[in-house]
């Protein structure tokens, strides 16, 4: 029976053919222990009209190796197409998106010489939930949605990593100075998970001090945490701070399945020219090697990578005249590398993997909480409105309610205008109308909001949206 790990691989278009090649030619003469299966997906996928950029037999082999090596895709121009990034993440429930930004002063230029951050960024949630609205003529709506489950999975995956990786400290990004509930859960639990973890220092930053501060004192990071949105943008500004997007590698990280890919596109202008650098490619297989237990591999094949950078051979895209030796294509690239298997870099510091089983079962625990008393306290109800002013609003409003609710507020793009609004504050056609229990404290049903819903239909109000308002064992649960 062969002991070779199965894994899925994906050529995909553009320059992804030639680096994907060059990729494998390196990791098998290393002796990496694979039985290699081949999907199509990208462009051509597309264009034969689905729309996810993948065949759903596809989703057949990587149920089978749970392993994917993932070469750059072409996603065609024109509305309609999805993520296929995206698609794979939520599908095989990868909420761990990993980059390792480091420099390699002084073989590629790079402002930050002693640069190596790893950037940890959530996956799943977030805005990247897609969950959009055009809710009136003026006002579109994307929803933010961050749980507890999804929170701790990917900042207890932070500090395993680095714990697994023996990493000193660990930062967490958040804005939850405005957005409190969100946000402000993210950062307590970063606070309370930091706290099963003395031996690793922690802080946490609002996110754009926090990235000022990285893209100008990165040496002072190590492992960056954060949720989806500002990790996508804020893993890109690292690695091109490192010298160049090109030499960043990605794993992507579920309980059951990986993804890993450079981080680059796919580059079409430079495809079928020997041109292409293949490392980005290169070091997240690298990445796979480490996670499917094959370290000693990942090692080799890693610490021949820096020889071979060291010893000046560059492909076009980070050649430099006074630093280089020699210029070099994507497979004269990987030809080098392969001559340096089993050697090591003597200024670029040496890598040497570890194995560990244990991070994978800490990864996948979540707490367990109790169910909190939710309570009904009242409803937000958005209009589609442009007949007046907020106060003409207020004015009507106050007549429009029940025995159980009346109006408390109203609010345009999260600014109150109603009651002692300013006559400067712009207003758009979109009113969230806040109604509150009429006695203090009571609580109520459904059957109270329909009620209320009822009384605005009757009054002529394009309602839009409704939005419950509740509070969990006494605390609200709303802004």
Not at 10 to 18: F, H, R, T
Not at 306 to 327: A, M, P, Q, R, V
Not at 405 to 419: A, D, H, M, Q, Y
């Amino acid at each position: 029976m062969s002991k070779n790990t199965p894994i899925t691989v994906a050529y995909g278009d553009g320059i992804g053919p030639e680096i994907m090649e060059a990729t494998l030619n390196i990791i098998t003469s290393a002796g990496a222990e694979l039985d290699i299966e081949t999907i199509e997906i990208g462009e051509q996928v597309y264009l034969r009209g689905n729309l996810a950029g993948i065949e759903p037999s596809a989703w057949d082999s990587l149920r089978r190796t749970k392993v994917f090596l993932k070469a750059p895709i072409t996603t065609p121009q024109g509305g309609g197409y999805k993520s296929l990034n995206v698609t794979t993440r939520k599908t095989l429930g990868l909420y761990a998106n990993v980059r390792p930004c480091i420099s390699y002063h002084p073989y590629v230029s790079t402002k930050h010489p002693v640069m190596d951050v790893v950037i940890v960024r959530e996956n799943e949630e977030d805005l990247y939930a897609g969950i959009e609205y055009r809710q009136t003529q003026d006002v579109y709506q994307c929803l933010k949605l961050i749980s507890r489950p999804g929170s701790e999975k990917i900042i207890r995956y932070a500090f395993e990593y680095a714990v697994y990786n023996n990493r000193k400290k660990v930062t967490c990004f958040v804005k939850d100075n405005i957005m409190k509930l969100t946000d402000g859960l993210f950062h307590k639990i970063f606070r309370d998970i930091a706290a099963e973890y003395p031996d690793i220092e922690n802080e946490v930053w609002i996110v754009d001090i926090g990235a000022a501060k990285m893209a100008n004192t990165p040496e002072n990071f190590d492992v960056i945490v954060m949720e989806n949105l500002y990790g996508d943008i804020l893993s890109d500004v690292a690695a091109q701070i490192t010298g160049s997007v090109g030499l960043a590698g990605s794993a992507n990280i579920g309980e059951n399945f990986a993804m890993f890919e450079a981080i680059h596109g796919s580059a079409p202008r430079r495809a079928g020219q020997n041109l292409a650098n293949p490392s980005g490619l290169l070091l997240g297989g690298v990445m796979m090697l480490n996670h499917i237990g094959q370290s000693e591999i990942a090692t080799k094949v890693h610490n021949a990578w820096l020889k071979t950078l060291e010893d000046g051979i560059h492909t076009y895209d980070i050649f430099k005249d006074n630093i280089s030796k020699e210029k070099v294509g994507t497979k004269e690239f990987a030809k080098a590398v392969i001559e340096r298997l089993g050697q090591v870099p003597g200024k670029l510091k040496p890598v040497k993997y570890k194995k560990s089983d244990e991070v994978k079962r800490k990864q996948a625990e979540v707490s367990k909480l109790k169910i909190q008393q939710k309570d009904l306290v009242g409803v937000d109800i958005y209009l589609d409105w442009r007949n007046g002013s907020a106060e003409d609003l207020g004015e009507i409003l106050k007549k429009v309610g029940t025995d159980n609710l009346k109006l408390g507020f109203i609010s345009n793009r999260g600014v109150k205008v109603w009651p002692d609004g300013e006559p400067e504050t712009f207003c758009t056609d979109h009113w969230r109308c806040r109604y509150v229990t009429v006695n203090s404290g009571e609580t109520i049903n459904n059957s109270d909001v329909i009620k209320l819903l009822e009384k605005f239909y009757d009054t002529g109000f394009d309602f839009i949206k409704t939005e419950h308002i509740y509070n969990f064992d006494g605390a609200a649960g709303y802004s």
